[in-house]
């Protein structure tokens, strides 16, 4: 079987390629200089105001989770609809869920132009090196992916860092270098002690995978889009994903897209419709068959069971003693001690 399509095919648009040791130990001291700096509360941080979100902008685009950018090289202006933001070399930069913008980068007087971003998949997390790749834009340079089981934490302190940054609290900055340092941290967890599992895989998987996750809100993401994308046969990447990974490469692309849409369920207010659109389904009632065919229940029925479990936390003791439970929020009531006489 030909691993070659007979028709042409648009490049590739992912360049980039596994992250090899000496780029993880770029990451690494990136990461941890960042870290000592936010140790000091000196490290320089900036956060696009949260305005108009989910708004489709010709010339902009946004994402369902947030980014976060550490520049080393060069600088990168985030263009908003209301604002630019300019980030310089040491900044940290978090772009939140749903902002429209565009990038532009530029070269030091060196002619370098480099950052490391962070990306949240379904119980992925990506670490990549950008570079520019022609005047103005950047491009995938090397890029890992840590299997993550504890992403929803991730994604919460990572709001949270939003949140304080924006906010006008009297602890603000203790609050917003607490939780940077904590995310910093995790981030340098990942890397000196994950194990990039995605990467182990051969070229083509590990292209097709980037390629689902970053593609998954397009609804013309399939097995042909994806083979014209990698030039090779739908039923040579098909055979091939299957052989490697033992899961089709349709039953993957369906379950990342499931995976996504009940993580946004859990920890989002997003009307169906609207995650059924980041899911990849423009027809709201197909998505909701799909759901209910790989969970079992409806995206409506999945939301109320998760807020009826929260709510059944609420609930629960908040003191276990020997010989009672306190269900108050302070200390038990007296008529709930015992005697001691």
Same mark, same amino acid.
Request: charged share 25%; glycine share 6%.
């Given at each position: 079987?030909?691993?070659?399509?007979?028709?042409?095919?648009?490049?590739?648009?992912?360049?980039?390629?596994?992250?090899?040791?000496?780029?993880?130990?770029?990451?690494?001291?990136?990461?941890?200089?960042?870290?000592?700096?936010?140790?000091?509360?000196?490290?320089?941080?900036?956060?696009?105001?949260?305005?108009?979100?989910?708004?489709?902008?010709?010339?902009?685009?946004?994402?369902?989770?947030?980014?976060?950018?550490?520049?080393?090289?060069?600088?990168?202006?985030?263009?908003?609809?209301?604002?630019?933001?300019?980030?310089?070399?040491?900044?940290? %930069?978090?772009?939140?869920?749903?902002?429209?913008?565009?990038? #532009?980068?530029?070269?030091?007087?060196?002619?370098?132009?480099?950052?490391?971003? %962070?990306?949240?998949?379904?119980?992925?997390?990506?670490?990549?090196?950008?570079?520019?790749?022609?005047?103005?834009?950047?491009?995938?340079?090397?890029?890992?992916?840590?299997?993550?089981?504890?992403? !929803?934490?991730?994604?919460?302190?990572?709001?949270?860092?939003?949140?304080?940054?924006?906010?006008?609290?009297?602890?603000?900055?203790?609050?917003?270098?607490?939780?940077?340092?904590?995310?910093?941290?995790? %981030?340098?967890?990942?890397?000196?002690?994950?194990?990039?599992?995605?990467?182990?895989?051969?070229?083509?998987?590990?292209?097709?995978?980037?390629?689902?996750?970053?593609?998954?809100?397009?609804?013309?993401?399939?097995?042909?889009?994806?083979?014209?994308?990698?030039? %090779?046969?739908? !039923?040579?990447?098909? #055979?091939?994903?299957?052989?490697?990974?033992?899961?089709?490469?349709? #039953?993957?692309?369906?379950?990342?897209?499931?995976?996504?849409?009940?993580?946004?369920?859990?920890?989002?207010?997003?009307?169906?419709?609207?995650?059924?659109?980041?899911?990849?389904?423009?027809?709201?009632?197909?998505?909701?068959?799909?759901?209910?065919?790989?969970?079992?229940?409806?995206?409506?029925?999945?939301?109320?069971?998760?807020? #009826?479990?929260?709510?059944?936390?609420?609930?629960?003791?908040?003191?276990?003693?020997?010989?009672?439970?306190?269900?108050?929020?302070?200390?038990?009531?007296?008529?709930?001690?015992?005697?001691?006489?």
């Amino acid at each position: 079987m030909s691993s070659q399509s007979k028709t042409p095919a648009d490049p590739i648009p992912f360049r980039g390629r596994p992250v090899d040791l000496e780029q993880r130990g770029e990451m690494r001291a990136v990461l941890l200089q960042a870290l000592q700096a936010a140790s000091k509360n000196r490290l320089q941080v900036k956060v696009p105001r949260v305005k108009g979100r989910m708004q489709k902008i010709q010339g902009m685009h946004y994402h369902f989770k947030p980014e976060v950018f550490i520049q080393t090289g060069g600088i990168t202006e985030f263009i908003m609809p209301q604002e630019k933001v300019l980030v310089k070399p040491g900044d940290l %930069c978090i772009m939140p869920a749903g902002v429209p913008h565009k990038e #532009h980068v530029e070269s030091d007087a060196n002619g370098k132009f480099r950052n490391l971003v %962070c990306g949240f998949y379904s119980k992925t997390i990506s670490l990549h090196w950008a570079f520019e790749i022609e005047p103005g834009r950047p491009e995938i340079e090397a890029i890992e992916f840590f299997d993550t089981p504890e992403l !929803d934490l991730f994604t919460t302190i990572t709001q949270q860092i939003v949140t304080a940054y924006h906010g006008k609290t009297p602890g603000r900055e203790n609050i917003l270098y607490g939780f940077i340092n904590a995310f910093l941290g995790m %981030c340098l967890n990942l890397v000196e002690a994950g194990t990039g599992n995605l990467n182990k895989d051969i070229e083509k998987i590990f292209q097709t995978k980037w390629l689902v996750r970053e593609q998954i809100a397009n609804p013309k993401l399939n097995v042909k889009n994806i083979a014209e994308k990698l030039r %090779c046969s739908p !039923d040579y990447l098909s #055979h091939l994903f299957h052989m490697q990974t033992g899961e089709k490469l349709i #039953h993957y692309i369906q379950r990342i897209r499931m995976e996504g849409a009940m993580l946004a369920l859990k920890s989002t207010q997003l009307y169906i419709s609207e995650i059924a659109w980041m899911s990849g389904y423009h027809d709201p009632a197909y998505f909701t068959r799909v759901f209910k065919k790989f969970t079992g229940e409806s995206p409506q029925e999945f939301r109320s069971r998760q807020e #009826h479990e929260r709510g059944l936390e609420e609930k629960a003791p908040k003191t276990i003693y020997y010989d009672r439970e306190d269900y108050t929020h302070g200390k038990p009531k007296e008529a709930d001690r015992v005697d001691s006489d």
